[in-house]
């Protein structure tokens, strides 16, 4: 991958959790998500992800897609300042990459999440929200998605 291309990468998933308006912070690279990350994402972030769902909104999909549990979900949302601890925040980050990469690959956003509802013949009929749960598993779904890219699976 280029370095234009992952800025670009990194430029798809900021706008899914806010942008620069949420984050605080304009995103050069890996090392600024680093730290964004590190000091925990603010909790409107989770929240602007989660408004821009449009079949990923319920509270079992929400748990699965970024291991939090709808009361927590619910703490942030009357306190969206409250930044998020290292683990929620990257636990967000990785969905909001997965689903800005299967966006990238389905062509619409629509399509990405109806993708990670559904079994997956290249994950062993399993389907990729449900793969989200461990880094093991996330690593599955990345790879699947990449080999969907490049045409290796149909």
């Known amino acids: 991958m280029t370095a234009q291309a992952g800025t670009a990468d990194l430029q798809r998933v900021a706008a899914l959790l806010g942008g620069q308006r949420v984050l605080r ?3 050069r690279g890996p090392l600024d998500a680093h730290e964004l990350l590190t000091d925990g994402l603010p909790g409107a972030a989770l929240l602007h992800l989660v408004d821009r769902l449009v079949h990923l909104r319920d509270s079992a999909s ?3 897609a970024v291991g939090m549990s ?6 942030h949302k009357t306190a969206p300042t409250r930044p998020l601890n290292q683990e929620q925040s990257g636990r967000t980050w990785k ?3 997965i689903l800005a990469k299967a966006t990238t690959v389905f062509g619409s956003q ?3 999440e109806q993708w990670l ?3 997956a013949i290249g994950l ?3 389907r990729p929200l449900d793969l989200l749960a461990t880094p093991a598993g996330v690593k599955l779904v990345e790879d699947h998605l990449e080999r969907l890219e ?3 699976y149909a």
């Open 25 to 27: 912070h304009a995103l």
């Open 62 to 64: 929400l748990e699965k």
């Open 70 to 75: 709808l009361r927590t979900f619910q703490r």
């Open 95 to 97: 969905f909001a990459e």
């Open 110 to 112: 629509d399509e990405a």
């Open 117 to 119: 509802e559904r079994p």
């Open 124 to 126: 062993d009929q399993r």
């Open 150 to 152: 490049y045409g290796v």
